[in-house]
């Protein structure tokens, strides 16, 4: 039931893109996206309520698509303060509330 | 200063033994979640709770058990029926249609 994202690890150079998808075999009320660092709380990045919705800030944004069951992140020109684990966070429609995340994506942004 | 505070950081149990980890939070927050953390297997859920004196099951709660009897608290207690307990434990809270605000997490480890 976790939502599956891909993919599992990347590494990029400076200034470099990437893309992280995270995929539900439910229709979804809403995707979370979020960074930890190594041994501390995840943080949040944002979070997205409507099909077909995009958001961003600064060079990090994300997609969920019209159908609710996918999204995904978008990171452009990399900075080594990007480096840290990214985790989607999904609510299922009619689970009152439950808030389940996927396995994580590793990113690690190299000089 | 709103957040939500995790306790006791480190905690070592021995087999057979229960123990209890604390979660407050000054939110104001209905939703509170108990998240499980492993590498490589990112959140997985393991109790949550939408109101005082309800929750629910999560993905892995055998060997769990939790209370909500105030609205600002939601401690987690680890029984001797959960055999693997070594493990990053992650207490969140969410108001609706927002983030989730992570506490600092307690790391237990069975001696």
């Known amino acids: 039931q976790q939502p599956v994202q891909s993919p599992q690890a990347v590494i990029l150079r400076e200034g470099e893109d990437a893309v992280i998808n995270c995929s539900s075999s439910?229709?979804?009320?809403?995707v979370h996206w979020y960074r930890q660092k190594h041994g501390e709380a995840p943080v949040f990045l944002m979070i997205?309520?409507?099909?077909?919705e995009q958001k961003g800030h600064d060079k990090i944004s994300a997609s969920f698509n019209e159908k609710k069951q996918q999204s995904s992140l978008y990171l452009t020109a990399s900075q080594l303060s990007y480096s840290g684990t990214y985790f989607c966070?999904?609510?299922?429609?009619?689970?009152?509330?439950?808030?389940?995340f996927g396995q994580g994506t590793e990113l690690s942004v190299k000089p | 200063d709103g957040g939500i505070t995790q306790s006791p950081k480190y905690l070592f149990r021995k087999e057979g033994q229960n123990v209890t980890l604390s979660c407050e939070q000054n939110?104001?927050?209905?939703?509170m979640y108990w998240y499980r953390q492993d590498p490589g297997q990112g959140l997985r859920l393991i109790y949550y709770?939408?109101?005082?004196?309800?929750?629910q099951k999560g993905d892995i709660a055998e060997g769990y058990s939790v209370s909500r009897e105030k609205k600002e608290s939601f401690p987690l207690t680890v029984t001797s029926a959960q055999k693997n307990p070594t493990a990053f434990y992650l207490c969140?809270?969410?108001?609706?249609?927002?983030?989730?605000?992570f506490g600092q997490g307690t790391r237990l480890t069975v001696v």
């Open positions: 966070g999904t609510e299922p429609f009619r689970q009152g509330g439950k808030l389940i």
């Open positions: 439910k229709a979804l009320y809403s």
């Open positions: 997205l309520l409507k099909g077909g």
């Open positions: 939110l104001n927050h209905d939703a």
């Open positions: 709770s939408q109101i005082v004196n309800d929750f």
């Open positions: 969140a809270s969410i108001a609706l249609n927002t983030e989730a605000f």
